[in-house]
């Protein structure tokens, strides 16, 4: 069992950067792959970003490559989602979710943290 709590997000200039941090609990964190996704009312969740549970690999959709980082610190449980550069049309809900062997399919996930409202003002 995994759980996962999240911190960090808010309201921001275009142009600025905001830190997300999600902080697992469960002795097996540190073999999951760790995905972000972000959701806007009234639209699906879309995945933005993976990391592998080493670390050593991640991936980002196109709208947020060279914006975005995803990075982790197994030994404190956590993982990082460095957004610089934001634009208005990256305003929604950020999730970290895990347990879904970093598929892009929210429906996949078994383990989600609780949200964290992103707000980019133009």
């Known amino acids: 069992q995994v759980q996962l709590g999240q911190s960090g997000g808010g309201l921001v200039q275009a142009g600025g950067s905001l830190r997300l941090s999600c902080a697992a609990s469960g002795r097996t964190f540190s073999t999951l792959a760790v995905t972000w996704f972000r959701q806007v009312s009234g639209k699906e969740r879309e995945w933005v970003a993976v990391?592998?549970?080493?670390?050593?690999?991640?991936y980002y959709t196109d709208s947020v490559r060279g914006r975005f980082a995803v990075s982790r610190d197994n030994a404190k449980n956590e993982v990082y989602l460095q957004m610089d550069s934001l634009k208005p049309e990256d305003t929604a809900v950020y999730y970290c979710?895990?347990?879904?062997?970093?598929?892009?399919?929210?429906?996949?996930?078994?383990?989600w943290g609780q949200g964290t409202q992103v707000t980019v003002s133009s």
């Open positions: 979710a895990a347990g879904g062997s970093g598929s892009s399919r929210a429906e996949d996930y078994l383990y």
């Open positions: 990391i592998t549970g080493n670390g050593n690999t991640s």
